[in-house]
């Protein structure tokens, strides 16, 4: 590896955080993981390579400015930031799980703004950089018990589209949208209903490191290159 970055990656402890972490260590990048669970950041950690843990809210500005400060202060400067964390507690709306929606636009929508303003600047700074949204392919189609989650979804493309046609050309943009993957994700539906479809729903799927590849390959493009947009789902899906 001869064009090693440093890398930083929210919602790292699992699923496509996780297996993009792993994917990138092994690439000779240098990785910091941000997320709350610090146990499972350090099991990537100690599996090798040149990997930094940090514990992360991403739904607290503060703590994203600090996280990424702190990996400016250490590496010198950043290259890409992979806003990754995101929660799915799916449910019809006429079962009005309002703190659950609640949570969803704290994390996918207030999470990846906060990175993005706390990433900008030193990119501007630099003059160089790159943005990756992990969206959904919830952006693109809108399913029962998913309004919510599509919604936030779709307000994540929106705003990293609207990120790409603002910035300089120097700063690349990037937007990954998974279909069903092998992920924790569904574990946090509450929702009786909800969880029942989405069992069936994630009957095929894709291992994370598909997405992992992915988000490789975006950061692996020459500088010129500025893939925008990916979609990656099972074949089975439709």
């Known amino acids: 590896m001869t064009d090693s970055k440093t890398i930083l990656i929210t919602g790292a402890s699992s699923g496509i955080g996780a297996a993009t972490a792993r994917r990138l260590a092994d690439q000779g990048h240098t990785v910091v993981l941000g997320a709350r669970r610090v146990d499972r950041l350090e099991a990537i950690r100690d599996a090798g390579g040149d990997v930094h843990i940090d514990r992360l809210?991403?739904?607290?500005?503060?703590?994203v400015t600090r996280f990424v400060d702190a990996a400016v202060s250490t590496h010198g400067r950043i290259d890409v930031l992979i806003n990754n964390a995101g929660v799915m507690p799916l449910s019809m709306l006429d079962a009005l799980l309002v703190e659950e929606w609640d949570r969803m636009i704290d994390v996918n929508i207030r999470g990846l703004l906060h990175g993005i303003a706390a990433a900008l600047p030193h990119f501007q700074r630099q003059g160089s950089g790159h943005f990756i949204?992990?969206?959904?392919?919830?952006?693109?189609?809108?399913?029962?018990?998913?309004?919510?989650?599509?919604?936030?979804?779709?307000?994540?493309?929106?705003?990293?589209?609207?990120?790409?046609?603002?910035?300089?050309p120097s700063v690349r943009v990037t937007t990954i949208s998974p279909g069903v993957v092998e992920s924790e994700l569904a574990e946090s539906i509450s929702d009786p209903v909800a969880r029942a479809e989405m069992k069936a729903y994630r009957a095929n799927s894709i291992p994370a490191d598909a997405v992992a590849r992915a988000a490789a390959y975006a950061i692996g493009e020459p500088d010129g290159v500025d893939v925008n947009e990916i979609i990656v789902r099972p074949a089975m899906q439709r």
């Open 57 to 63: 809210d991403v739904t607290d500005r503060a703590d």
């Open 133 to 168: 949204t992990v969206a959904s392919i919830g952006a693109h189609e809108v399913s029962p018990t998913a309004a919510v989650y599509c919604g936030t979804k779709y307000a994540a493309w929106a705003i990293t589209e609207g990120l790409r046609r603002e910035v300089d």
